[in-house]
């Protein structure tokens, strides 16, 4: 997507990615407590180990296995591990009494919020696991090596910004009516187009309503390929507007057609189900990312700052 001046000055708040250096250059200061914005998961554990001069690749590494705790281990729900780095790798512990790592549960986590399970991008390089060794010490232990940390040519951080979405208003009826569940996609496009229509009428048509139908194809929408429809049905009204008056005024307006419209239009008027008085819920102002870029820096610092505080005598 093409950033301009317009999609900037619409953003809320933009941030840069802190990496490794910035994490250092925090820790020089010799604070006790370092409190960072927002950083990658992986830096915020390869710093120190990369200062110590261990092996660039068993940090990177080994920061990314251990982000997440005991995700990379036989259970994930025991909580923590340890990871001992050194000059050639990185060596993974699991704490938690039943808990294992393998080499299997530690290979697989480069596939955790990542693209490509063989690389793994980051502020000034990239980690490439292509000829990393998972080699099992025990029963419990994994020792891995050959894990490799490739330097860019420039450093670049990533840039994450949000912006205003409007404000948002839902609703949510039950249907249970076997006749109602069997056509529900032609009652909810029915209501969908006349409750738009009757909006736009009393409100002007700067807003967005979309009904999902949660049982049949709530969370794919056009993309479900295997659809499975219950005994029953809720349809979830979502109203997003400039305002919350606006949003609001619209899932009113939704409102009876979600609890009387029926099918067919000359048939005696049915009445659904409202689990929730009353029955529209403001979300309030919504965000939404509106800025997935990178940022090229002459310097690591040049878009950080360090502000160091003493707290106590």
């Known amino acids: 997507m093409a950033i301009d001046a317009d999609l900037l000055m619409s953003c809320s708040n933009i941030v840069a990615l802190a990496g490794a250096e910035q994490i ?11 409190i960072a914005g927002r950083t990658t998961d992986t830096a915020i554990i390869a710093a120190l180990p990369l200062a110590r001069g261990c092996h660039p690749g068993g940090a990177w590494h080994g920061a990314k296995i251990g982000e ?4 990379a281990t036989t259970n994930p729900n025991s909580g923590t591990i340890l990871i001992e780095f050194d000059e050639e790798g990185f060596t993974i512990t699991p704490m938690g009494e039943s808990a294992r790592a393998t080499p299997y549960t530690v290979s697989a986590h480069m596939l955790y919020e990542n693209s490509n399970p063989f690389q793994l991008y980051e502020p000034g ?46 609703s949510l009826a039950l249907v249970r009516e076997a006749r109602y569940v069997a056509r529900i996609h032609e ?21 967005d309503l979309a009904l999902r139908i949660i049982g049949a194809d709530a969370t794919l929408g056009q993309l479900e390929v295997q659809e499975h429809i219950g005994s029953e049905v809720g349809v979830m009204g979502i109203v997003t507007a400039p305002t919350e008056a606006m949003s609001r005024e619209v899932a009113k307006i939704l409102n009876p057609y979600l ?55």
């Open 187 to 207: 009652w909810v496009e029915a209501i969908r187009v006349q409750a738009i229509e009757r909006a736009r009428a009393q409100v002007g048509d700067d807003f």
């Open 68 to 71: 997440c705790g005991a995700l």
């Open 259 to 313: 609890l009387h419209h029926p099918l067919p239009e000359d048939e005696d008027m049915p009445t659904f189900a409202f689990p929730f008085s009353p029955t529209e819920m403001p979300r309030g102002e919504i965000y939404e990312f509106c800025l997935n870029h990178v940022m090229e820096l002459s310097d690591p610092m040049q878009a950080f700052r360090i502000s160091v505080q003493e707290v106590g005598a």
């Open 125 to 170: 390089g990239h980690l490439d696991v292509t000829g990393a060794r998972y080699e099992p010490l025990d029963d419990r232990r994994v020792r891995v090596t050959g894990s490799r940390w490739i330097e860019s040519d420039i450093y670049t951080v990533k840039l994450e910004g949000a912006k205003s979405g409007g404000f948002q208003t839902v």
């Open 24 to 34: 250092q250059a925090a820790l020089e200061t010799g604070a006790d407590i370092v």
